[in-house]
Every structure is written in C-alpha cells, then in structure tokens.
C-alpha cells in the first residue's frame, strides 16, 4: 500500500499553493493523496472559483468551519480534522501558508503523531500583533520538514533553534502556479469586462485588521485611495474583500469611497490579468507582493513590515507606513517606475518538484533505493 499524504486547505491564499505541491507528488507515482478544504473561506469569489480554475481536484472533505473569533475558528478546526485524521492515518500532513487553518490543522496532526510538512516556512514579519505571524510561528515549531521560499525564513528558522536537516529551501510554490497560468491570464478579457479600455490603472487589495477594522483609519485610506487617483491621473480598481466591504457599510464609510472603482473579489485568473496589466498594485497581501515582483510590476504595501523581504531587496515591492496624505505621491512614483521584472533564487516554476522530491527520497523514503 503506498503511504497517503494528507493535504489541507482553507483560505484563499492557500489554493495557489496546494496545487503545484499536489501535481509533482501525483507525477512520482510513489503515494496517495487526500484533499481536505477546511471551509475557513466559503464565498465562491474567496474559494469555489479558484479550484476550477487552478485545476485542483475537488476536495475529499469540507469541514465546514465557516468564519469566527480566531479562537472559535481555530479551535473549530481542529475538533472536525482530528477524526478525519484518525480515520485516514496519513503518513503525514502537509500544512500551507499562515491562515488559522494552517495552525489548526497543524497542532491536530502533531498532538496524534503525525509528521508535519509546512510549505511556506520561515516568513516572519517580527509583528506580533498580526494573527499570521503567530501562526507561522507555532506552525514552524510543530513542523518537521520546513520548506522555505527565501533565504531571510531559513536564516529566522536557524535563529529559532530549529535543527538545519528539517529546513529546505526550494522556492516558491505560488510562483509555480503563476508561470503555469501566466499565458491563460493574460489571454483573459477582464479588462474589457470591467471597462477598463486602457492599461495603467492601479490596483488595490487591502483587508488586514491594521488597516480596515478602525474607523479612522479605515475613512483615512479611502481618501487617500480617491487622492491615488487624482495624483496619477489613472483608474483606482479595488476588487474588496468581504471583510472589508462590512467594515465599510458598518462604519458608515460608503461616502469616502469616491471615484475609487469598487469590485467583488476575483478569482485567480482574473486577478492576475489586472494585476499583470497594471501600472502599479497598492496592497496589504502578503504573497501579491511575490507575484508582483515576478510579474515586475512596482508594488506599494501598505504595512509598516514584510515577511517576505526578498521582494524589496531584490524585486519591485516597497514599504509605507507614513502619513497617508504621502501615499498618492509615493503609488505615483512606484507607477512611474514602469516594469522591471525580477526572480529571486529558485522562483523557477519548479518548487513542487522539488518538494515531491526530497519528501518522496527523505521524508517516506520510497522513492530512490539509495535513499537514505
Ligand atoms: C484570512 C487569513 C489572511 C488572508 C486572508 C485572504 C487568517 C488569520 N487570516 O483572512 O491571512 O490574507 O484570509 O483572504 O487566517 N468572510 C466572508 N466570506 C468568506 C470568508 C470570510 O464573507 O468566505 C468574511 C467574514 O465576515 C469573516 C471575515 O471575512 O468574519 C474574516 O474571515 P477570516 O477567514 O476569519 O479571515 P480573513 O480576513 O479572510
């Protein structure tokens, strides 16, 4: 019987990820794999559409846990995997990204013995305060096959004490899917379906805490977002996640919208042809600054840190945390800019593989007969 592999899946920044992994280990031919979806993400714009369009196979289960408090959510989690895991007996579970249901599922695999895979390892922003960081940290120790995207994760996983054996760089798995739907995005006509006759808009995603869940805050970046406008001269497009479209209508804010085009949220492709048409992306995403550099389009995140320092060194992204009246200028500058793609170490398309590998040779064992 070949050993299963049990993968888990619940927001949407982690169905790009899952997919590259599930494909190359599927290629090896060595093991049986399990899709579970957690249901942190229900909407069709934050979950249905993206597994049609990148191709996943449809999940085994669908725990179902909706949204909550973090500790309701988390806690959640872990009481609806822990059968599931039983009842499966993978071999080992793969855990993705930062999200609640990364660390949920996580700790539920760990405490019924079960190795764990964290793809994405390593990221720390250093801000406590953010509820991803927190995750990635517990995720990170509960781990014992860390695979990093950039060298800054595999230099704080050293400093944290963890053992070098269990760390492997390979890149960055979200690239993988990127280059393999670039040339489908790009084809789509979303611009023409929004309006947007001409290229050189700019690009807005925001919805962390930081920056939606105060009200002065909130109102503040929306006036700065109409100022983006008129300091460019160029259409503000802002496909708005849910949590941010209620912080908005809760706080009375629709009047500080301005001339800001507010959408529903995308799916993959559509978002990436935007994102690739774009003259500049103004955001508090995380992995949108990853694509961003690749894509080379100047990216403005608006958080006083990143845990993925890789795409200002070397790629297009840039920090802000100052005044918001400077915004518009500074996303001007960025768009003036123009492209200047950029790939950082092992951001080749081919982090799957690479993960596939060294789980199928060193982690089961049951790939190479020289395998140790
Ligand atoms: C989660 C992740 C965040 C990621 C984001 C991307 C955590 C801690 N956060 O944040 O890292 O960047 O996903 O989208 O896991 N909601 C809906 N429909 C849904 C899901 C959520 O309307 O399908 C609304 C609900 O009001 C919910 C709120 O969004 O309360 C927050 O959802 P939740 O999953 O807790 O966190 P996100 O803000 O989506």
């Known amino acids: 019987m070949k050993p299963i592999l049990l993968h888990v899946v619940g927001a949407r920044p982690n169905f790009m990820k899952v997919g590259p992994v599930l494909a190359a280990l599927e290629a090896t031919g060595e093991v049986d794999q399990h899709l579970v979806h957690t249901g942190q993400h229900y909407d069709e714009e934050l979950s249905g559409a993206f597994f049609d369009e990148l191709g996943l196979p449809r999940p085994d289960e669908n725990l179902g846990v909706g949204s909550g408090s973090h500790a309701a959510q988390t806690a959640e989690v872990m009481v609806r995997m822990e059968p599931v895991l039983q009842e499966v007996a993978p071999a080992r579970v793969f855990v993705y990204g930062d999200v609640n249901s990364t660390v949920a599922a996580a700790l539920t695999a760990a405490k019924l013995g079960i190795p764990v895979a964290h793809v994405e390892a390593g990221l720390r922003s250093g801000d406590r305060s953010m509820p991803e960081e927190l995750n990635r940290i517990v995720t990170d120790q509960l781990g014992d096959a860390l695979f990093a995207t950039e060298r800054a994760a595999v230099e704080n996983l050293e400093r944290e004490g963890v053992a070098p054996g269990r760390i492997h760089l390979v890149g960055n798995v979200m690239i993988d899917t990127l280059e393999r739907l670039r040339p489908v995005a790009e084809a789509r006509p979303v611009r023409g379906r929004l309006g947007l006759e001409e290229e050189g808009f700019v690009l807005v995603t925001l919805h962390r805490p930081g920056n939606v869940d105060d009200a002065e805050r909130l109102g503040e970046v929306l006036d700065a977002l109409d100022a983006v406008r008129e300091a460019t001269g160029s259409e503000v497009v802002f496909p708005m996640h849910p949590r941010t479209a209620e912080r908005i209508e809760r706080f009375g804010?629709?009047?500080?919208?301005?001339?800001?085009?507010?959408?529903?949220?995308?799916?993959?492709?559509?978002?990436?042809?935007?994102?690739?048409?774009?003259?500049?992306?103004?955001?508090?995403?995380?992995g949108i600054q990853e694509e961003t550099t690749v894509l080379g389009v100047p990216c403005v995140t608006l958080r006083p840190n990143t845990e993925r320092p890789v795409t200002v060194t070397d790629g297009t992204n840039r920090l802000f945390d100052g005044p918001l009246?400077?915004?518009?200028?500074?996303?001007?500058?960025?768009?003036?800019?123009?492209?200047?793609?950029?790939?950082?170490?092992?951001?080749?398309?081919?982090?799957?593989?690479?993960?596939?590998?060294?789980?199928?040779?060193?982690?089961?064992?049951?790939?190479?007969?020289?395998?140790?």
Do not use: H, N
């Open 253 to 286: 804010l629709e009047g500080r919208v301005g001339g800001v085009r507010v959408q529903e949220p995308l799916g993959y492709l559509d978002f990436l042809a935007l994102m690739s048409a774009s003259a500049a992306v103004l955001t508090d995403s995380g």
């Open 325 to 372: 009246g400077e915004l518009p200028g500074v996303v001007a500058a960025a768009a003036a800019e123009g492209r200047r793609p950029a790939r950082p170490p092992l951001w080749d398309g081919k982090a799957g593989d690479r993960i596939a590998e060294i789980t199928v040779d060193r982690l089961l064992g049951v790939g190479s007969p020289t395998a140790s």
